[in-house]
């Protein structure tokens, strides 16, 4: 499951599929950045090297952040769903 959330902790999108790998990702970012009508100042991921390399393909001036524990936003929205 990929799961997008906000700066506010809102959800924007959720999509299921069986992989994450690159190609995965990309499709994720695509409808995301679709949805959004313009890219973000930055992302917040965990260390899965998939988001990274999707990230360098498509969006790639944008801010990239793994650091523990700041993508908390989007481990809660999972624990309230």
Not at 17 to 30: S, T, Y
Not at 64 to 76: A, K, M, P, R, W
Request: aromatic share 6%; net charge positive.
């Amino acid at each position: 499951m990929w799961r997008a959330v906000d700066q506010d902790g809102d959800e924007i999108d959720i999509l299921v599929q069986k992989r994450k790998n690159k190609k995965a990702a990309m499709r994720f970012f695509k409808r995301l950045l679709k949805g959004q009508g313009m890219a973000p100042l930055k992302i917040v991921t965990d260390k899965l090297a998939s988001y990274s390399a999707a990230k360098k393909e498509l969006i790639p001036s944008v801010d990239h952040s793994t650091v523990q524990y700041e993508n908390n936003g989007c481990e809660l929205s999972v624990l309230s769903t």
